[in-house]
């Protein structure tokens, strides 16, 4: 059952300094191309559906090699638009053991995606669409680009095209009143079909009330189930990384389902969330049952966690077999 | 007790992306020559003998590097011959944590190693040899290897060199009747003095009965035992892979001595085995005593899996070390 | 004016030792796919071009990554098919100055291509096409492949797709007997509009007699107006490499238009003349003025010579700034 | 005859995808810190001298590495101040042969250094120092920048310090009115003793009148004589460079003086004007004589195009063994 | 409060087979220029010092790139002279899982340190400085260089600067009687404020007695104890490394203060020692309260086994950053 | 007809920053291992002959990786010792265009070999041997390695051996009187068969006068044919090397041949005069006609110029194929 998707959502470009080694111990970088739509769509490629990509890239041979390399990960890039000369860029010096990954952004605001507005895009794109991603890091960097997003969703709604929104809660990216950043999600969960979020969105951000007395599981689901409601939103997908173990969740109105706990090795660490997210979403699109659809989207979150990059590689055979064997030693 | 040991046995190269990438996300490939024989021979080698490989190479700087590649390994290539332009390659995409490595095999029939028949060799290279090491493998690619195998067995028995063969037997490489296969194994067996095998090959290849309620250590030494008696072996050596740990056995017609378990942490994978193997055969040329041979030879199969490669690099000095002082922080 | 062209075509491995090293002194190897198709349509891909693959693949990783490696060159792999486990692969050690590169081949015949039939392939494919690319190794490697070439070529004539044929002709690759291969290759040039093909093809493989006292220009002239009359050939191209200068020519059934002589400097050799295969049907395809289009064409194979790889990866714009400007120093 | 030389000036990023590939061909990139002012700084350490850059960098890993970097050249970063998060970076894709190497930038006004004021920099830097050096970029790029710019050469001015200027005049980089850029010049020039400058800069920027009948020599000659004489500069250098050879020039208010024609081999061309610059400042500071000083800055420009990077990294011992032998073989 | 630190002592060039090889595996080597005072230098400019090295290095394109290489770390390298043409060199084979790294050291007698004595050195250099570093590497190696750590340590007790000992004692360099030893690390403790030690320094070399029936613990503490007592050391620091834990101590004539047992992890263990002693002097510099010193003094020899090098390149955050929150995931 | 020589001389370690790099700018090196010996074996090994060195290496794993190397070289390492634990190590920063390439020299006189004395060796390596090849270097670094050059020789002498002498005279490596050089030379002289030499050795190291009224060519003969004379030499060898080009020639008693002037590219130069030898002495040992011997030795000291590291690795054929073809494009 192949389904058609489409993310909106910002490239861009990570680099890394080789073998676990500091900025300035290195004079080459290993480099590609990220972002929390590309991450979701190269997953769900490796599950088998058609991907597409639609955002702005710079007018060069950077943006070019932007696209050269989506398209190696099987995305789409008939709906990339390109314009003025610049990308976020991020360095990664990753950590090993007790030191920890360190993240450094460079300028992001000004590239050609965050100042990219409603009139380079052609909403066009999403006929035909099964489902629309959009992350909430596009409601953060910019008015211009916030609003490109709701244009995305409401034009997804007309036809009648399944709308997930990845929360994405970084309170560092929003300057504005905390209030209106409330209004904004708010607007945008009503939109929304499938959701990924968590405890500190309910709290922090939607200022959902819970019992603090109650565990913890509990706590999460009675505020999740809550966002459901309100927000009308179909299911709500998430997990809970605690002691070197992730478990997954989904919650409805109604119920929340949780995966086993599945013990994590760390190669790679960005981008694990959206290996869960490919595994959620492909799980929702293809109706798998609950208990199987969680347990699978947690197995892809985990196994995203063990292979170079921010963007999901392993296939969906891996998944499954991981799912049923665990760890394999080698296989041939 | 510089001992002379000759392997017959295919030369494969092995591609591996590194950095634990997968193929789609690199554009170089590690590479290096490898295969039992190879293997088992570079062990010996650190282990202060005189190895030979006797197979057949493709002519070209294919069949020249892999000779190249051996000598370095200090396996002497005086009996290589040449012929065709094929060459054995498989693909290793490396696993780490909860991700599996995977080998993935092009083209293996058609090498210059799979088509070379008996007139390609000269069995005088067995003159003065100690012993001759023969892999399974050879038996299940084509008829005529099996030939070969058969032919370089039966001149060793004549000239009273020890005839060492490892089962490694694989159902997915064979496509004739079980019974034959039983057969031709059998028939080898017959001819062997040492061999490596485990419980698989006893029951799966060999039918051999057990009595399921013992306990699996006892089950496994009754049809080892069996099998040194039907075939009149003078020993099976093999290891028990559980838990993250290795446990070596050695078996006669008459008793099973097992070495300590020891923790295993594995590095690169493939060529485990062959450690394992290129210890016990040192250990049994030079006569060490069976409890001290078998701990030898699993301390060796234990390293073996912290170096690159398939073929065993560490000295004997490391491997005594390890024995004696377990696991080191660093040596000056 | 984006046409939408499609190639059938093998796509091979090519392993190079980095650094202008032997294989037999390296450990590592800078691989990618390569093919005449593919090479042809990443050229056609950066002047604007849509462009699509069909073929046959490994079912394996190596497919894989064959697929995601022709689509980060540009080119849809829609239209690939899977089979077998088995690539060609050919090593290429790269020459300096006065050393020659090398190239050897591992086995070819054997690949998921070379078996490949008329019923792995979805001639609807051509549906909406404008133009086919077909290479006459596909005629060489096995029967079963000419049949399929025939099949495209004869589907693509019935859908008025412009059919261009690369000769290629390689007698090393042929077994058969000479009038046999003679008649194959007429019976495909009566197929072609676009022919790309020299003075031996003519002569060597197709017996075109000339009167060798004339110049080599005439004599090269005559032959092949000869060829577009046997066959009802629109244009056939080709190139004259002599003194370390390449020239281009186009032939009509009355005319030939040549370039100027534009000096060579090599960087990466391989695939030089499917850069100035993509040169020429860019500007059949666009109708260029033809004194234009074999200087553009001739400039387009020049910088194939200059990049990275088999397959052009010079853009449109560099290739007439070249055409204008000659070689220059450095653009900001 | 040891100096201390400080520079303002701008510190970027330069990427570049290793052995002459495309970026979208790599998955690695090889990067540097770079900038006139650094490059010229390097060079003059390598002549003996004691060389200070000031500057303001990312207040972050970037930043830090970047002085890591220039202190590794022999650039003291005592005055180096850190704020913001951004830096210039700009990607070189490599030529070679016919291939021209093309240079793309990603936003450069918005770096930690584009954005930094008066009040970022302590001008009691200058205590001490015997030249002050300044680029033409800093002119250009924001009117902040030039502020600093003009402080500093002011304060120069009334320490006795010698002030070089670099007219590196970019018109794609103004956004003004001609006749303001032009003004700005003046004022910056009237304020140096040492200028770099060239024929388009006096005619195109400066406007100066040149009889066009005369040879290229004599109007060079008289349009730079008359700049001296305008601003009041004590020497104004440049070079010539055509048709792969270089010849250097050195001119007071009253005559010219020339280097030999150096033949030119170019291994990595950006940075080149900057060796010869450190090499003409070099002369200028150690009194060499005139002939002497020209013909050895023109080989250290000569020399700097054959080191990777854009930092002048061979030595005055190489400069001068070259000045008297010429190109040689190998040195023991 | 930044301090100014001298550290006296070799430089050796650290050559290492990448990936975990050994050496007979590789053709290419990672390279760094390491020893006692250039690490701890290097971990005291990460806490914001002002830090000096004195040595003699080779006076050729070795010597210049181990000053470039230390520059880089933050030493400065005013006080370095250069002289004849040899450096020590030491291979290390990084070992990983159950294989210990080796350590190989080339001729390091002969190197331009080894042969240094008093006149190549300006102990004007000293002036100002707030402490001098020794190793007893420095003691051992040859008389000369003993001469000189002796005279270096004299001439700082007359300027009133702290001096700072790592008693390092390595029985395989030291050729003379024990009594001789005992003697001149004697002298060296009388002279020293600051002491790196351990039980085996007290107990071996300088014979202090024990209470063997007294836990490790307290047995520890009185010899070091009596040691700050005999010689009038005010603190001696050390850390004892016990089933991958890490605690460290700091002694007094009266008491001993123990850090918390910290888990370590390995990824570079050669040079984690100098990190701990970096933190310590970091510490006792900026008067820390014993329990804070001994805590931070750990963590950051705890996180130099973390990266890449022997030079510890953590910044005094991250440091402060573990103490607090232990091993995180993630930065941003 | 293959021959079996054996080589006495130094094994070196090699190490380059790799692209053209400068040591400073680098933090990884290439390396191998080379010496004369090594290299002529090297060559004579691609020649078809079976090859060995005798030679003391560190008794640690820098030896073992030594042999390791020249085993794959093809060399027979049965004869080499081991003991001490140094070795000579040169960098090389490899130039290109107008700059030069550096060597640099640590430590040779302390190796492993440097120290080697008579009772190291076993002459009865020289049982069987065809050839004998010593180098003057060995005469040059220490007295006890010229004692062991002389017993080889004279045992070589004994034994009916061509010995094969290679001045290789390095004034700077000398450090006696010239008059005892000059003797140690004669008396080598007097035991070789076939000698390398060229002007300088013959005038400035030999004192052979020459009319210098003559054409360069015509002295060359005549001081080169005296020596033969003089010390009974069957053939002198060398080459000239000017303007990039090569000549090769060949001298008797009686008289001199000369190869064609043959066009030189140089992509790694160290060890292309080696090239040439082993081409000479392959042409001496089998016998080649005196015109054909000196074309093809020169074909292989060209070569010997384009491929990676200081031994050939060119294969026969390909020097066979660039005598007849000169320069290729590429070859299938």
């Known amino acids: 059952m192949t389904m058609k998707i489409i993310a909106f959502g ?17 004079d080459t970088l290993e480099f590609l191309y990220t972002g929390t739509g590309v991450n979701v769509l190269s997953g769900l490629y490796q599950m ?8 702005r890239l710079p007018d060069n041979i950077v943006g070019q090699a932007a696209s050269a390399h989506i398209r190696k990960l099987g995305i789409h890039d008939d709906y990339v638009c390109y314009g003025t000369n610049h990308i976020g860029i991020y360095f990664l010096e990753q950590g090993i053991g007790n030191r920890a990954s360190q993240i450094t952004y460079l300028n ?7 100042k990219s507005q409603i009139s380079d895009y052609d909403f066009s794109c999403l006929d035909g669409m099964d489902a629309l991603h959009i992350c909430g890091i596009s409601l953060a960097l910019r008015e211009n680009l916030r609003e490109v ?11 009648h095209i399944k709308v997930i929104f990845d929360c994405n809660f970084r309170p560092s990216l929003w300057t504005g009143e905390h209030d209106e950043i409330k209004h904004i999600y708010e607007e945008m969960l009503n939109l929304a079909d499938i959701v990924f979020a968590g405890y500190k969105d309910a709290t922090l951000l939607l200022h959902k009330q819970v019992d603090q007395s109650l565990p913890y599981d509990k706590q999460l689901r009675n505020i999740l189930m809550q966002m459901c409601q309100d927000y009308h939103i179909e299911f709500i997908f998430g997990t809970i990384r605690k002691d070197e173990e992730l478990t997954g969740y989904m919650v409805t109105s109604t119920k929340m389902v949780m995966s086993p706990k599945m013990r994590l090795t760390v190669f790679d660490r960005v981008g694990g969330g959206d290996g869960f997210a490919a595994g959620a979403i492909d799980g929702y699109l293809t109706h798998m049952e609950p ?18 990059g921010d963007s999901p590689v392993v296939s969906k055979e891996e998944i499954i077999d991981f799912m049923k064997n665990g760890k394999r030693d080698i296989k041939r």
Chains 1, 2, 3, 4, 5, 6 share one sequence.
Do not use: C, W
């Open 108 to 114: 992001r605001l000004d590239s050609s995606f965050g």
């Open 149 to 159: 997003a709701f244009a995305f969703a409401k034009e997804a709604k007309k036809r």
């Open 48 to 55: 088998g559906h058609e991907v597409y990509l639609t955002t």
């Open 10 to 26: 910002e490239v861009m470009m990570r680099m890394m300094p080789p073998n676990y080694k500091k900025l300035s111990q290195v």
């Open 291 to 308: 208990q199987e659809l969680i347990h699978y989207a947690t197995a892809s979150g985990v196994l995203a966690h063990t292979t170079y």
